[in-house]
């Protein structure tokens, strides 16, 4: 077995992925999750022999360090996610996605034992986009949102924190996920456009035009990992956003996928001119640097997506367990 990876958010939409990842090469996992969202996601991993969960608060010490023993790395996922749900607790998203990530990476700098970190930023770092072209890891942040805001906060606290020379930390810049997940979500826009189609509603797109890139919520965890085992060297105290460029898509895009897939979903194109978030993005880097490609596209992702509703395996998709807020 592999050293011991820790976690954070292991529960989550991309951290049930994740864990699942690591055990079938060989880690042992601790995950750690407060499971504001339920633990259901986990039901399939809980008797893994090398898996190990551990319930607790980020913001709490004690339970930051029980989760820290006998931890090799650690992937920090844990956080408020998306721009609503931050919006709507922002006392929270600060105190967990700033005050929280801070001490659990303050605490693994000191102990000897952690080697690699790993930290879950987001493209929506980059805001809205100046011109046509791409925006990369060398472009400046313009965050519009509490959310990105705490992740640029977090990222510059991480890239530019003095480390001893044997602790690796790393920010990756995920593209807008979307796919099937133990712990599935349908507020995010793939999943969502999928399901409304998919049970015969009519769907409802604002703002058509404006550009995002989109990536597997499989490939975002592949990449976890996929930097986690790369050269220290390559990704000391270094950022890589996670996707593909050709996974660029305008939302009207998107619904032209959908189209082909299912020929007579009803879609209806409400206009508005501004958006605060419009970007497109230009993953060169980590497939040049650390050789990192992703397998699964946005047409992938409406097929899985409307397969399982049409087999009726969600039982209720219109369900808030569905969703972050």
Same mark, same amino acid.
């Given at each position: 077995m592999h050293e011991r990876v820790l976690v954070t958010g292991a529960a989550g939409y991309i951290g049930s992925v994740l864990v699942r990842i690591?055990?079938?090469?060989?880690?042992?996992?601790?995950? %750690? $999750?407060?499971?504001?969202?339920?633990?259901?996601?986990?039901?399939?991993?809980?008797?893994?022999?090398? %898996?190990?969960?551990?319930?607790?608060? !980020?913001?709490?010490?004690?339970?930051?360090?029980?989760?820290?023993?006998?931890?090799g790395a650690v992937v920090h996922l844990a956080a408020i996610v998306g721009?609503?749900?931050?919006?709507?607790? *922002?006392?929270?998203a600060t105190d @967990?996605?700033?005050?929280?990530?801070?001490?659990?990476?303050?605490?693994c700098c000191e102990t000897r034992g952690i080697k690699r970190f790993i930290f879950a930023s987001t493209c929506s770092n980059y805001g809205k986009m100046p011109g046509e072209g791409y925006l990369n890891?060398?472009?400046?942040?313009? *965050?519009?949102?509490?959310?990105?805001?705490?992740?640029?906060? %977090?990222?510059?606290?991480?890239?530019?924190?003095?480390?001893? *020379? =044997?602790? !690796?930390?790393t920010a990756l810049r995920f593209a807008t996920v979307y796919g099937l997940s133990p712990r599935l979500r349908f507020d995010l826009t793939v999943n969502e456009f999928t399901r409304e189609v998919a049970l015969g509603k009519e769907l409802e797109i604002f703002g058509e035009q404006f550009w995002r890139p989109y990536c597997h919520v499989e490939d975002l965890a592949r990449g976890c990992v996929h930097v986690l085992e790369s050269d220290p060297a390559a990704v000391d105290h270094n950022v890589f956003g996670v996707g593909d460029t050709r996974e660029n898509y305008q939302k009207?895009? !998107?619904?032209?996928?959908l189209l082909k897939v299912i020929p007579d979903a009803r879609i209806r194109y409400v206009s508005r001119s501004e958006d605060p978030r419009d970007y497109r993005v230009d993953f060169s880097k980590i497939r040049n640097e650390l050789g990192f490609e992703i397998t699964r596209?946005?047409? =992938?992702?409406?097929?899985?997506?409307?397969?399982?509703?049409? $087999?009726?395996? @969600?039982?209720?998709?219109?369900?808030k367990a569905y969703q972050n807020i």
């Open positions: 690591l055990l079938g090469k060989g880690y042992r996992v601790k995950g %750690f $999750d407060n499971l504001s969202f339920g633990g259901e996601a986990l039901i399939g991993v809980y008797n893994h022999p090398g %898996f190990e969960f551990v319930k607790g608060d !980020i913001r709490n010490d004690e339970d930051l360090r029980n989760a820290l023993e006998g931890v721009d609503p749900a931050c919006a709507k607790q *922002p006392e929270l @967990i996605n700033w005050h929280g990530a801070r001490k659990l990476y303050d605490l890891e060398e472009s400046p942040l313009k *965050p519009v949102s509490l959310y990105a805001e705490l992740k640029v906060k %977090f990222e510059q606290y991480l890239l530019q924190s003095k480390t001893r *020379p =044997d602790f !690796i930390p009207a895009m !998107i619904a032209e996928e596209t946005v047409p =992938d992702g409406i097929r899985e997506i409307y397969r399982i509703l049409k $087999d009726g395996i @969600i039982s209720e998709p219109y369900s």
